[in-house]
């Protein structure tokens, strides 16, 4: 079965930080490039990071520039997303999904209809 599983998420404070995990199962991430997305309550899905396979570059939403990193372990087929000084506006659901990099043509992008596969979620809160 092919399948992303996300985890690490939690309560955490604000100014706290958390790592997520996205780790691929029953397929390799070599040929993908992979996105981090989150749901609020109430709003709709937006991207937060992606990374591409080919180069590892990256893209960051404006709102977790300077704050989130995103970066992949190929040897452990895993990809994190480092969340540094945490607002309580990054409360959400973050979901991870995989795009094949060879239909990107420069960077990777935060369309959600070309990502072939999506995990579950994990749920992130900040509050005091």
């Known amino acids: 079965q092919l399948q992303l599983v996300e985890s690490g998420g939690g309560l955490v404070q604000p100014g706290g930080s958390l790592r997520l995990s996205c780790v691929a199962s029953?397929?390799?991430?070599?040929?993908?490039?992979i996105g981090w997305f989150r749901q609020a309550p109430g709003k709709g899905r937006e991207g937060v990071s992606c990374?591409?396979?080919?180069?590892?570059?990256?893209l960051h939403a404006d709102s977790v520039k300077g704050r989130f990193t995103i970066s992949r372990d190929n040897a452990k087929n895993t990809v994190y997303l480092q969340m540094n000084n945490l607002k309580p506006e990054d409360t959400a659901v973050y979901f991870c999904?995989?795009?094949?990099?060879?239909?990107?043509?420069?960077?990777?992008?935060?369309?959600?209809?070309?990502?072939?596969?999506w995990g579950q979620g994990t749920q992130v809160t900040v509050s005091s």
């Open positions: 999904a995989a795009v094949p990099d060879e239909i990107l043509i420069r960077r990777c992008v935060f369309t959600e209809r070309e990502y072939d596969y």
């Open positions: 990374i591409r396979r080919s180069d590892d570059s990256t």
């Open positions: 029953g397929f390799t991430l070599d040929t993908y490039s």
